[in-house]
């Protein structure tokens, strides 16, 4: 058997420790594209990956248990891959893929856990009777590279995703802190700011008929916000997106904007990656321009799909190619932290107001017509305050 032992685990460092210290300054990353160092794979069967993610009750200072894995099996090497929070521990392993499942057996004296999460499931936890402080649950192993099993460390919410569109709400938690967040201040100001501008960038889209234009070629767009808890993908500084893949993901060509928030939480430069270009960096009035890839024109880079431009207020100006002009603008206190104001055809549209009560898994959205009172709507979105997933 294997076991990943405290000892082991933080022997010349502290439990906060056990998180990939990366610079806090660093570029805002993409998810990573390599993947952990070969297993040793039993005779005749594939490797494959798995994580879980054990939620404790009760909040506290960051600690690590001690996880008992079956004959055949072990642990991702790495700190990144085993990260201790003062809400939760997350491990990684590997092994022979199965299904069916592994026995992962867990003791963790004086910390109560309430959940263990795979992947977008809670998992069944069988308690101990002749040892209080231990207890044991059955883990699939199945995905092909431990990148794969990222959904576990995530609490995402998906409201839109259909032909044209990927939207997606980050929910994020100052006790779930992990990799480069342990290091900086709580970014409390962008982590809510962002759900308003996700929301009303998805309003734009649809109303437009950007998102209706994307469906009938077969691409997307790609809104979503950051996480503040994964050391797979080091999202910092804080920053969202409004990306455009020509095809149906990511490994289509793409536009991949980058809108880093300041502790205003107002956009101040956003670093597009490009397919074949590298990142393209764009500050306050310069115009980012999205193309579909398809055809010759613009130096083979094809039609245009829209052009964004930070606005002066922080907020960013959304033009389809035919118009009308759109914009993200800041709300009534000149900032974009309590509400954003949607512009249509330079006249305002929309005021958004999100509030996320992540840990009961409950985010109402609240759109006031500036203009029609048809316009206005309340929205309550209900989560697994440990999955994302809307129930």
């Not at 210290?21 to 005749?44: F, K, Q």
């Not at 996880?67 to 590997?94: I, K, M, N, Q, W």
């Not at 938690?173 to 409390?188: E, F, K, L, Q, Y």
């Amino acid at each position: 058997m294997s076991t990943l032992s405290r000892r082991a685990l933080v022997a010349g460092a502290s439990a906060s420790g056990l998180a990939l210290a990366l610079p806090h300054a660093a570029a805002a990353a993409e998810p990573a594209a390599g993947t952990a160092g070969s297993a040793p794979a039993a005779a005749g069967a594939a490797v494959a990956y798995a994580a879980f993610r054990l939620v404790r009750l009760r909040p506290g200072d960051p600690a690590v248990p001690e996880v008992t894995l079956p004959d055949g099996y072990e642990f991702v090497p790495g700190d990144r891959y085993h990260v201790a929070s003062r809400a939760e521990y997350y491990s990684f392993v590997r092994g022979p893929a199965t299904p069916d499942g592994i026995e992962v057996s867990v003791r963790w004296p004086g910390v109560t856990v309430a959940a263990v999460v795979h992947m977008d499931t809670r998992l069944r936890i069988r308690r101990d009777p002749a040892d209080r402080h231990r207890f044991a649950f059955t883990l699939p192993v199945t995905q092909p590279s431990a990148d794969a099993n990222q959904p576990t460390l995530q609490i995402w919410s998906h409201p839109d995703i259909s032909p044209g569109m990927y939207y997606k709400l980050d929910h994020n938690d100052p006790d779930r802190v992990a990799g480069p967040w342990t290091t900086v201040a709580w970014p409390a100001n962008q982590a809510r700011s962002q759900l308003h501008q996700l929301v009303a960038a998805h309003r734009i889209l649809v109303d437009s008929g950007l998102k209706a234009t994307a469906a009938a070629k077969g691409h997307r767009w790609f809104v979503a916000g950051f996480e503040t808890n994964n050391t797979l993908h080091a999202d910092n500084p804080p920053h969202w997106h409004i990306s455009y893949n020509s095809g149906p993901d990511f490994n289509s060509p793409t536009h991949n904007t980058h809108f880093w928030l300041d502790a205003g939480a107002k956009n101040f430069y956003n670093g597009m990656d490009v397919t074949g270009l590298g990142r393209l960096r764009h500050y306050v009035g310069d115009p980012a321009r999205l193309y579909d890839f398809a055809g010759d024109a613009n130096g083979g880079r094809g039609e245009l799909v829209a052009t964004m431009t930070i606005r002066g207020d922080g907020g960013i100006d959304i033009a389809p190619p035919s118009g009308p002009g759109y914009a993200l603008a800041a709300g009534r206190d000149g900032s974009l932290t309590e509400e954003v104001t949607v512009v249509r055809d330079g006249r305002p549209w929309l005021r958004v107001t999100t509030e996320d009560r992540y840990r009961v898994g409950i985010m109402t959205i609240r759109t006031q017509g500036l203009s029609h009172p048809a316009d206005n709507d309340f929205t309550l979105l209900r989560y697994d305050p440990l999955t994302g997933v809307l129930v």
